[in-house]
């Protein structure tokens, strides 16, 4: 039997969960869980992604993140294969890790939004260190949320979810404090846990909040930054050996694969005489000289439309 299709839009959010097979804890250490957070890191810049909440657990782990109009399943497909080359790798072993495909439900309201944060923050309650004391877990942000704890990794957007219980900062962080004290094994948490078992919701959530537009064609999109660039011809593109445009290349590269929503197989085809690997690796280069570069930062920032 076929099984059912992930229900996405572009302006979805999303609550993802995965969990390790059964015979193995999917984080084995501390250590293991920075590395995870690293690369939630690495993949949120790279995509412009927006995380709201996560928890990390021996077996399994919980995000609410925004794509912000990317795929969802392209940004842990990225993630989890990391992480499982990090795992086998350091653990000499080889094989599944991850139990199935993600789980992932929309976020189909403002209310839902912030009930599911508190969920989330809510998960350590389980582990007898910090039962009652959840905020101090330390791979989870609700100690963030709190200001507690420090967001070592610049992962969190709070104001999202604090902003609904207050304009004011002071004010908001108490009643969201109470909160989510508050709803600690209601049967409103509860629901959460059958509906990511379930993994799928049919409704879609479109929030105030502005999305990325990740379906420009890329004629379009090769046209507008040759003229941002002010370079005369799309044979740049083309310049396989030339060291003079090997980061025009990149750049252009790394626009195609988060401004298109095109697979490096689809970018091959559309420059030519490039194969899988110069385009994984071209695309590396772009994302870091869109970060260090200031004249393609700028340039990429025009095309950024987060609120």
Do not use: W
Not at 13 to 18: A, E, G, K, L, Q
Not at 37 to 46: G, Q
Not at 200 to 224: A, F, H, M, Q
């Amino acid at each position: 039997m076929p099984r059912k299709a992930r229900v996405k839009s572009p302006e979805s959010i999303y609550h993802v969960m995965t969990r390790s097979i059964s015979e193995i804890n999917l984080f084995q250490c501390d250590e293991d869980k920075d590395y995870f957070l690293s690369l939630i890191k690495r993949y949120k810049e790279k995509y412009k992604c927006s995380i709201y909440a996560f928890c990390i657990m021996d077996n399994h782990m919980h995000l609410f993140i925004n794509p912000n109009g990317f795929d969802i399943s392209t940004f842990m497909h990225c993630l989890n294969n990391a992480y499982v080359s990090y795992f086998n790798r350091k653990y000499n072993r080889h094989g599944h890790l991850f139990q199935g495909r993600f789980a992932s439900t929309i976020v189909d309201s403002n209310a839902y939004a912030v009930l599911l944060s508190a969920y989330i923050h809510n998960n350590s309650k389980d582990i007898k260190e910090y039962s009652g004391k959840e905020h101090l877990y330390p791979y989870s942000s609700y100690g963030i949320y709190l200001g507690i704890k420090e967001d070592i990794y610049g992962l969190i957007d709070k104001d999202f979810i604090l902003e609904q219980f207050s304009r004011d900062p002071q004010k908001s962080v108490k009643l969201y404090h109470q909160f989510v004290k508050d709803m600690k094994g209601s049967e409103l948490c509860n629901s959460i846990d059958e509906e990511i078992v379930d993994a799928y919701i049919t409704n879609e959530y479109r929030s105030e909040k502005k999305t990325i537009t990740r379906d420009i064609s890329p004629d379009v999109l090769v046209s507008k930054l040759l003229d941002a660039l002010n370079i005369q011809s799309s044979e740049v593109l083309r310049h396989k050996y030339s060291r003079k445009s090997s980061n025009t290349r990149a750049f252009f590269v790394y626009a195609m694969r988060i401004l298109c929503g095109y697979k490096f197989r689809e970018i091959c085809e559309y420059i030519g005489n490039m194969t899988m690997s110069g385009v994984t690796k071209l695309s590396i280069k772009g994302f870091y000289l869109s970060v260090n570069n200031y004249r393609y930062q700028k340039v990429l920032e025009t095309f950024l439309k987060i609120a």
